[in-house]
Nanobody, 124 residues
Framework: QVQLVESGGGLVQAGGSLRLSCAASERTFSLYGLGWFRQAPGKEREFVATISWRGDTTYYADSVKGRFTISRDNAKNTLYLQMNSLKPEDTAVYYC?????????????????WGQGAQVTVSS
């Protein structure tokens, strides 16, 4: 069972930046497609970004395109989400997720492993 642990959340002013990290317990991490999702209070969980096992394919939600960057370091078993130009509407709990497949995926039901979540709060 893969364990994923997020870190790097916090409180930031609008226009600021944060970098989330997600550390995995398994060396087979490099064989997983990975993603970031988020859930704001009172809203459904939504897709943010995804990356393939080699990092050569990425997809982003329209709401974060051009501001967020997903990346991975397979040697360190770590996934990242660099978030720039943050807006109050980015406030949410952010979850990293892994799937038993090499491809990137925007569909949360295709993911098998989830982290516990990291709170990101953007003040106006």
């Amino acid at each position: 069972q893969v364990q994923l642990v997020e870190s790097g959340g916090g409180l930031v002013q609008a226009g600021g930046s944060l970098r989330l990290s997600c550390a995995a317990s398994e060396r087979t991490f490099s064989l997983y497609g990975l993603g970031w999702f988020r859930q704001a209070p009172g809203k459904e969980r939504e897709f943010v970004a995804t990356i393939s096992w080699r990092g050569d394919t990425t997809y982003y939600a329209d709401s974060v395109k051009g501001r967020f960057t997903i990346s991975r370091d397979n040697a360190k078993n770590t996934l990242y989400l660099q978030m720039n130009s943050l807006k109050p509407e980015d406030t949410a709990v952010y979850y990293c997720a892994g799937r038993d497949g090499l491809r990137a995926s925007t569909v949360d039901k295709e993911y098998h492993y989830w982290g516990q979540g990291a709170q990101v709060t953007v003040s106006s």
